[in-house]
């Protein structure tokens, strides 16, 4: 099956600055790559998705790239603000099914 | 708006009981989902069902099973609670466009 690797576990930035976090999959087969952010105590929640069929998807200060050949997505959060402040879930949907495995999360923290 | 509601927020039990955590979706989602949240170990899928009475075993499914009547309910059982099921329970459920939709979590304390 799928395995995804998300990396770094916490990471800590001053706001205003950039932050990036990386996630590896196995699956090659895997075509949909979906990013959730967890805010203590509430439910994970979409923010960005990237198909297979794309490079790289923004929308406002949230970029993911995808690299195929070397299987690795990156999530990219630009001009951070504290609320940014939460853990993050990539996760791979492996042979394009409907099941999806996550990585195990990394913790940001914006420092103000 | 897509709505993933569970039937608790908190729970505590003790070893041995039996033990229902319910989830409703209200958006005629064919995929539920259920999975269980531990610190360090990311969101782990317990079982998943793609239509009504069908189930597939997810990556840890010792010790769980789970029910599927209705389209819009999908029921995780814990048919003898131990004290290592202590955790959060997630349930998701999503279209046939890949997008899962979690509920608020199930909080379950194992006495």
């Known amino acids: 099956g799928e395995n995804v690797e998300q990396h770094p576990s916490t990471l800590s930035v001053q706001e205003g600055d950039s932050a990036v976090i990386k996630c590896t999959y196995s699956?090659?087969?895997?075509?949909?790559f979906p990013w959730y952010k967890q805010e203590l105590g509430k439910r994970p929640q979409l923010i960005i998705d990237?198909?297979?069929?794309?490079g790289e998807k923004k929308d406002q200060r949230i970029a993911v790239t995808l690299n195929k050949t070397a299987k690795h997505f990156s999530l990219h959060i630009t001009e951070t603000q504290p609320e940014d402040s939460a853990v993050y879930f990539c996760?791979?949907?492996?042979?394009?099914?409907?099941?999806?495995?996550f990585g195990k999360g990394t913790k940001l923290s914006v420092i103000p | 708006d897509v709505k993933v509601t569970q039937s608790s927020r908190y729970l505590v039990k003790r070893t041995g009981e039996k033990v229902f955590l319910e989830c409703v979706q209200d958006?005629?989602?064919?995929?539920m989902f259920w999975y269980r949240q531990d610190p360090g170990l990311g969101l782990r899928l317990i079982y998943f069902?793609?239509?009504?009475?069908?189930?597939e075993k997810g990556d840890i499914p010792e010790g769980y099973s789970v029910s599927r009547e209705k389209k819009e309910r999908f029921s995780l059982i814990l048919e003898s609670a131990s004290t290592n099921q202590t955790s959060m329970y997630l349930c998701?459920?999503?279209?046939?466009?890949?997008?899962?939709?979690f509920g608020p979590g199930t909080r379950l304390t194992v006495l």
């Open positions: 996760a791979g949907n492996g042979a394009g099914s409907y099941q999806l495995t």
């Open positions: 998701a459920s999503s279209s046939l466009t890949d997008t899962q939709y």
């Open positions: 699956d090659s087969a895997s075509n949909y």
């Open positions: 958006m005629d989602h064919e995929n």
């Open positions: 990237i198909r297979s069929n794309v």
């Open positions: 069902s793609y239509d009504v009475k069908m189930k």
